[in-house]
């Protein structure tokens, strides 16, 4: 925002500024509202009271039914500003008089008397003083009663708009007491900014110089109040700093000669890491070699017994190591042994099959032994075809069909 950017004196100018104004025009609108309000209160009360005299005074008149009594009465009422327009009504709703002040359009008061009329009757039909307010008028009906007879209205019409002119007529004096109060505010508010942002730069240059790594002593302020408390918290920052950076700095040459230690030993300790690994990897490949051995069972004649679980990395050795083993033994036969298998799936089947496929190659026939009957049902129920591969049960029974083999 723009406003976040200004100094801060000179949000404080606006701040209070607009604060100031804002304040006056609410105060003056509840002032014009509230005046307003009682005058209108005090008209009404005024022109009730007047036209209930009003019509104590013309009971008698409108009971012998003297007209013109009726009429001087209500020429003697706008005569004398009292009111603005009056006019007396008989309870049959005929206008008996009706009298105007010259600055009150009578033409437009004649047009509106039928009007008048009904609210008059409304007044008589109630039985007590009827009030109505339109724009900066007010329309009054009292009923004229002469021994609890009804015998008509007076009603009358008034104006508050001489009050709201008087009242339009103070808002430049208003305006000029509303400006010498900001222009107080202004001066208040720059004397608070200057007197705030003094210190505040201080600081700030303070600040700046520690964020260059320059850990000079800040500025004093002898001052009280949240300023004061935050000078003396930046004074103690600045110290808290000095003794890290030390403390950083010994515990940095410390580090230092333990890194140099560290890395030795880490040398040393690397070095023993190979060897260990070269070790294992090794014993790794022997583990290889013996969990697929290819035996001679006699000549001829191998036998490879399969002990523990067939991954893919085990089957890429089973299948190396066998083939090796038949060539160099230059083997009729060879005796694929998973008595020591856990379980046969299909990708074990799919090992044995690829093994004696590549065995045939070479010339040999496989023979798988050792098969147990849960293994069997396992392989039924995958689907597996191992028609390809001769089974016996167990490992005498293969190594007879591999003697015979051999005869032939």
Known sequence: MIFGRLKLATQLILLVITTSLLTMLLLGALWFAETLRIVEIEIEERSVTLLQAAAELLAAPMAYGDHASVGRLLDT???????????????????????????FDSHSHDDSLDEETGFALQALRDGRPVVRTHGSHLDIVVPIVLDDQPLGVIGGETSF????????????????????????????AVALGRSIAAPLR???????????GRLEAPPIIRRGGEIG??????ARMVADLRAARAEVAEQQRTLEARVAERTTELERTLAELRATA???ERLIDTVRELSSPVIPVMEGILAMPLIGVIDSQRAANLT??????????RARAVLLDVTGVPIVDTQV???????????????????????????????VSLGVDLSAIVTRADLQSGVEYARQLRRR
Do not use: C, W
Not at 78 to 96: C, F, I, M, Q, T
Not at 161 to 188: K, N, T
């Open 320 to 329: 190396a190591a066998l083939l090796h083993g038949v060539q160099q033994h």
């Open 202 to 212: 201080q600081l700030a240059a303070a600040a700046v110089a520690i964020g260059e």
């Open 229 to 234: 408390t935050l000078g003396a918290a930046f």
């Open 161 to 188: 708009a001489d009050a709201l002119g008087d009242m339009l007529a103070a808002a430049p004096r208003l305006g000029l007491a509303a400006l010498l109060i900001a222009l107080a505010a202004v001066g208040i």
């Open 278 to 280: 070269a070790e294992r």
């Open 349 to 379: 089947a799919r090992v044995l099959l690829q093994a004696a496929e590549a065995v045939k190659l070479l010339g040999a026939q496989a023979v798988l032994v050792g098969l147990r009957p849960e293994l069997a049902q396992t392989i």
């Open 77 to 103: 009422l706008v005569r004398e500003n009292a009111l603005e327009a009056v006019y007396v009504v008989n309870s049959s709703g005929l206008v008996v008089a009706h009298h105007t002040s010259t600055a």
